[in-house]
């Protein structure tokens, strides 16, 4: 089992840019990931269906056309890329940045879904009660509603890590397979079984993979199991 850990250079490389991509996505997606659940488990207004279908287009769309649409938007020459590389200087095309966008937007109808469940799950009454002592709806969501909904915000986030682990299509169309700067596992995978000899490097990889997401979920499997304990308990 040595080979499975003798790893070259690049692998780890891979290996790393992989959990920090799928971990930077998970993050920057939860804020506006939670405020869309709520708005399409809650709201009622025009246009509220056609707002669902975008949340949920990237999962019907192929993943290449979903990265040729970032590329024409983030890219150097694309309005929202240009503003952003003149006046902020983040730059997402051809960069590492630029994979966990991918990956964030690839992931982000998964974990939109998983916390909608959750907040429709609430029991309005709860809130309601809250408000009738004076609590502002801020507060109810903060104090009463979120811890609701952690374990659905929690299965999301794990929904949208392990989506962005194992984003290619998305990902290689929009910033390429740079080797120690937008080269992730399934990138690094792909490079491999594409030159002689390389079945060696794409299974040791592989495994690796298996072996993360497999944590991922285990690790989402626990924390909303103790979470919901600990609820049932207080």
């Not at 903060?142 to 374990?151: D, H, K, Q, S």
Request: charged share 15%; net charge positive.
């Amino acid at each position: 089992m040595s080979w499975l850990l003798d790893l070259a250079p690049d692998e780890w490389n891979a290996v790393r840019l992989s959990i920090k991509v799928a971990t930077v996505a998970m993050i920057a997606s939860l804020p506006p990931g939670v405020a869309i659940a709520l708005v399409l488990a809650r709201g009622q207004f025009w246009g509220k269906t056609l707002l669902n279908g975008l949340v949920h287009l990237p999962l019907i769309l192929p993943p290449v056309v979903t990265g040729y649409l970032l590329l024409l938007t983030f890219g150097k020459r694309g309005p929202a890329g240009a503003f952003l590389a003149e006046h902020i200087g983040i730059v997402f095309s051809f960069r590492w940045t630029g994979a966990a966008l991918a990956c964030g937007v690839m992931g982000f109808p998964l974990m939109v879904r998983a916390i909608r469940l959750s907040i429709e799950a609430v029991d309005r009454k709860i809130e309601a009660a809250a408000g009738t002592l004076g609590a502002n709806p801020l507060w109810v969501f903060g104090t009463i509603t979120l811890p609701l909904i952690l374990p659905g915000l929690i299965a999301g986030a794990i929904l949208s890590f392990a989506k962005a682990m194992g984003e290619f299509g998305a990902t290689i169309t929009f910033v390429s397979n740079i080797p120690n700067e937008t080269q992730t596992l399934p990138s690094a995978i792909y490079t491999f079984t594409q030159v002689p000899g390389g079945d060696a490097g794409a299974l040791r990889l592989t495994l690796i993979s298996i072996v993360i997401s497999m944590a991922a979920l285990v690790a989402s499997e626990v924390l909303a199991r103790r979470v919901g304990r600990r609820m049932d308990i207080e």
